[in-house]
């Protein structure tokens, strides 16, 4: 029996790979993101189609037996933590600086009002449509959650394809998506250690949001030095191949564990600790490219396979249920445009900019089935509900870049931003184009002056990593902090940190 449910867990995998490749495939063509190909194919896999089409076949592949199940749900499991390793990894910290005030007004209003919405309908949901009854505040945390937040990962896909990036109303929006993400992982663990404590009182409450707190506070300040010295003398001193993956999913399952030791979300540790890596000194662009090919080729597929596959679409023939799902989709369309139109207004910008902020925050994607998958396995969210976060996910997500691109071409371009692309374009067109790191050898004579004066200018313009190679012989290893400042208009620790990030560090 073992050899046949070893050859039926490979053939689960291969068939989930493939047709997740090829509907991935056909929606990119389509201009949808390719995650929404992959739940899509897990639906066609499921019993919303292939079940009905063939169900002998369909149970015979995906059997219902719990240990024949657990193999393939062990991936997806794993998969969860990659898949939050890489968003961590893909939240760019730095934009939510820059662009500040409108982002944060946007990210609070954006989940507020959503939250309060689905919080409040899974408060007048009726028993039947609740896993436990006497948790019902837990589901309405997870409900709310659901529709109030943004999937980072699509919303910066659809702005980056349509050259948007740039733009000032483009960086808002990604950056209030970051936001979302790292304000809606909050409440999911919050949520968790509600749950694990099987009632809701001040003493867990205020168990889960100081356990929270102080993880969050611990990583960000002592972590964030821990994580870089880790991956820097892994990649220092091993000599086999790619010793820094290996270290950063360590340093993923440790954190994950130490959050399920104080009693929130595994996926909170995960997320944090791709941020923390992500911000990493020595992490190049080629051992970041070997671990996202991994997540995105065998994770991805995998997870949002099986997501599509434990939802039910045929669920939707019961008027209830279709009434419930519209329902869903309006509450999470509606309260979404309205709390961000709202953030928008308040973060100051215009009319025409807040509608557009209105609708690019519409897309639900991979999170919102992340967050509804964690609930169904905690026994928090029944499968009816899980297939319609499932489908109002799939709903909004499809719908957004359309109306994202209608209200983008109502946006006009202010003097200020027109200033600033038009300075950026000239300087792509400079005497040195597409300049990505400066390399400076220097001294302390009149030409060693000057050539660190002239780096100064060509690096201040967009504060470039430089290197200094201090010819003297007075600098010490760290180098000359002074010589640093003066290159790159940038604090020394800053210039180091941006120098080691574009080295030729090796690909491990």
């Known amino acids: ?13 291969a068939l989930l790979l493939v047709v997740g490749r090829l509907m991935g495939e056909v929606a990119q063509r389509i201009g949808q993101p390719s995650v929404m190909g992959q739940l899509i194919g897990g639906l066609l896999l499921g019993p919303s189609f292939f079940g009905l089409v063939w169900p002998a076949a369909q149970h015979a592949i995906f059997p219902a037996d719990p240990t024949q199940k ?83 990962k699509i919303v910066a896909v659809v702005v ?34 509600l749950a694990a404590a099987g009632s809701l009182d001040l003493w867990s409450v205020g168990r889960a949001v100081i356990g929270t707190a102080l993880f969050v506070l611990a990583s960000f300040t002592l972590g964030r030095r821990l994580v870089f010295r880790l991956i820097r003398w892994s990649n220092d001193n091993f000599k086999s191949d790619f010793p820094v993956i290996t270290t950063i999913l360590v340093i993923m399952a440790v954190m994950a564990l130490i959050t399920q030791l104080i009693g929130v979300s595994t996926v909170l540790g995960a997320f944090v600790a791709g941020i923390l890596i992500g911000q990493s000194p020595i992490l190049t662009r080629h051992i970041d490219e070997q671990l996202r090919g991994l997540i995105v080729a065998l994770f991805m597929p995998v997870f949002f396979g099986l997501s599509g596959l434990s939802a039910d679409l045929t669920v939707l023939r019961t008027p209830a249920l279709a009434a419930l799902g519209a329902g869903l989709i309006v509450i999470a369309s509606v309260g979404k445009f309205i709390g961000a139109f709202i953030g928008g207004k308040i973060g100051g910008l215009s009319r025409a900019e807040s509608l557009a902020l209105g609708c690019g925050m519409n ?19 029944t499968h009816d ?40 374009e000239l300087d792509a067109k400079g005497f040195v184009t597409k300049l990505e790191r400066l390399l400076l050898a220097t001294d302390d004579s009149p030409n060693g002056k ?23 012989g007075k600098t010490q290893n760290h180098g000359d902090e002074t010589d640093e400042r003066a290159a790159t208009g940038k604090n020394p620790r800053t210039a180091r940190r941006r120098t080691v990030r574009t080295g030729g560090q090796k690909g491990g």
């Open 1 to 13: 029996m073992s050899g046949i449910s070893d050859a039926l867990f490979i053939a689960e995998l």
């Open 70 to 152: 657990s193999m393939i749900d062990a991936v997806s499991e794993l998969g969860i933590l990659m898949l939050l390793l890489l968003t961590g990894m893909e939240t760019d910290l730095q934009m939510v600086r820059r662009v500040g005030r409108a982002a944060i007004a946007t990210a609070v209003a954006g989940v507020a009002i959503p939250f309060a919405c689905g919080f409040a309908l899974g408060e007048c949901l009726p028993a039947e449509f609740l896993p436990n009854p006497n948790a019902r505040v837990v589901t309405a945390i997870f409900l709310g959650t659901a529709l109030s937040i943004s999937s980072v």
């Open 160 to 193: 980056r394809e349509m050259n948007f990036m740039r733009r000032d109303l483009g960086q808002i929006i990604v950056a209030s998506a970051i936001l979302e993400d790292t304000i809606g992982w909050v409440i999911i663990a919050v949520a968790f250690g």
């Open 363 to 381: 897309a639900r994607g991979s999170t919102e089935v992340i967050v509804a998958s964690l609930g169904l396995s905690a026994g928090l969210l």
């Open 385 to 424: 509900l899980f297939t319609l976060i499932v489908t109002m996910a799939i709903v909004t997500t499809m719908a957004m870049p359309t109306m994202l691109r209608w209200s983008l071409k109502r946006v006009p371009l202010r003097k200020k931003e027109r200033l600033r692309l038009e300075r950026e």
């Open 450 to 472: 000057f050539a660190a004066q002239l780096a100064g200018i060509i690096a201040g313009s967009d504060a470039k990593p430089t290197t200094i190679l201090d010819l003297s």
